[in-house]
């Protein structure tokens, strides 16, 4: 567990080692985001599954009064980045852990995702120090085995969208949401 601003930043793992499953179901219970109904969703119906099966590792922000005031989740997954969106150097740099394809013009290395990021309605979380967290676990995954870029998808919100370029992200694709067609997701990437 680590804490910067008086947010404690624990891995759902972590905190069940702790603590009880009742205690964390409880606490997420009381989660709700009011602006994307996904974000709550995937913590109260997924996070918990997904870290059993090690397919996303889940971090949860608590308060000092140990209220979760948001959370995020990280994986490893592959990306496919067309070579024209990249300068020579993000190329060279990419290329260390991944091959070009010549016939698709295209590099798939496989990236740390940001596979879920959101706060609690009416938090006074601040998105930075969201993403210092997100930042210290994946630079920790860094050093034990490498790798150079990481991503996440957005929702086709400029504001979002312009959020994450502040960070340093830039747009590499766009693909249809599995669960709704109608929904457009924002792939962003940045290197590290």
């Not at 567990?1 to 947010?7: G, P, Q, R, V």
């Not at 099966?53 to 995020?72: C, E, P, S």
Request: aromatic share 10%; proline share 1%; hydrophobic share 40%.
């Amino acid at each position: 567990m680590i804490e910067l601003n008086n947010i404690k930043c624990i891995s759902i793992d972590e905190f069940l080692n702790i603590y009880n499953l009742k205690i964390l179901t409880n606490l997420i219970s009381a989660f709700r985001c009011d602006k994307n109904l996904e974000i709550e969703e995937y913590l109260k119906r997924n996070a918990i599954e997904f870290n059993k099966k090690h397919q996303a590792m889940t971090f949860i922000l608590l308060d000092n009064k140990n209220r979760i005031n948001g959370y995020f989740s990280l994986s490893i997954k592959p990306i496919t980045i067309k070579k024209n969106l990249l300068s020579k150097n993000r190329l060279k740099k990419l290329l260390r852990i991944a091959n070009l394809t010549e016939e698709e013009n295209e590099i798939n290395p496989s990236a740390y995702l940001i596979a879920q990021l959101g706060k609690l309605s009416h938090s006074n979380l601040n998105i930075d120090t969201i993403f210092a967290f997100i930042n210290y676990y994946i630079s920790e995954a860094q050093k034990i085995c490498g790798g150079v870029v990481e991503f996440l998808e957005s929702e086709n919100n400029q504001k979002l969208i312009n959020m994450y370029a502040a960070r340093g992200f830039r747009i590499f694709n766009a693909r249809k949401s599995t669960g709704n067609q109608d929904r457009k997701l924002i792939q962003m990437y940045r290197l590290i």
